[in-house]
């Protein structure tokens, strides 16, 4: 890890009360941002503040529900009058509500609509603007988005069909706004964690949700620290440098 890569910055992550989001928010802190958690578990949130802040690191929380354009809006908007500027916008929080097509329930599709694909873009309209203002100016002169997509955004399998429409969406998303986003020095990169050791799982509903503990149980499963290993990596390069997409799966992975 590159302590100190990313002193003076400011980061934003949402979804960051549990999981891959808890993890980066604590990665990057640990590099040297100033880091914004953005979720809606405030108790949660303040909780990993405090251990930002025991490793010597500085982070606040940031209440909102992000599927709802004024309070994602708003969360960046605060984040930004407390800490001045943004440099890194991690796009983490997700939800992934799985089955088969036919049996769907029409409020799991409309859930990870919401969440995956609308609160990414309202979260990254309102970011952008000062994301490309950081990208001005010291310390980096660059500025980053990083989309936590997935592999089932590279690969669609029997019962993701929704969650992978989702996922291929924001690579497309990302990869329209990479170009968009290229002569500010904004760069844009999406992350594909495989199998990761957090509560997705928890909120896939019972009888699905055993099929999936019952395969997940032949592996290990990745840390959310590991993800959060790639997000820190691609955000701390050189300027001359994007990395644009990370690949992590499980070592034992075969899907
Ligand atoms: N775990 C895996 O195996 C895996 C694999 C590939 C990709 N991913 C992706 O990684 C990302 C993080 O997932 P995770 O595995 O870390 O699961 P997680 O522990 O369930 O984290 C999901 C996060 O999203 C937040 N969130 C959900 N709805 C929200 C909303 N409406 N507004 C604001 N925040 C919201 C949750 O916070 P609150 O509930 O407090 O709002 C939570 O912090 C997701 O995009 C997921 O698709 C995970």
Known sequence: MMA?????????VTGASSG???ATATGL???????????RRRQRMDAIVETIRARG???SAFEADITDRSQ??????RAVAEHGRLDILVNNAGTMLVGPVADADDAEWQRML???????LHVTRAAVPHLGRAASSAPRRVADIVNISSTAGR?????YAVYSLTKFGVNAFSESLRQELQPQRVRVGIVEPGAVDTELISHVRTGIREAIETQLATIERLAPEDIADAVTWMTTRPPRVAVNELLVRAGAQTW
């Open 4 to 12: 100190g890569a990313l002193d003076g910055t400011v980061a934003l």
């Open 20 to 22: 891959i989001g808890a």
């Open 29 to 39: 802190a640990d590099a040297g941002a100033t880091v914004a958690l953005v979720a």
């Open 57 to 59: 690191g500085s982070a």
């Open 72 to 77: 994602a809006e708003q969360a960046v908007e």
């Open 114 to 120: 919401d969440i995956n694909v609308s609160g990414l």
């Open 155 to 159: 690969v669609a399998r029997p019962n």
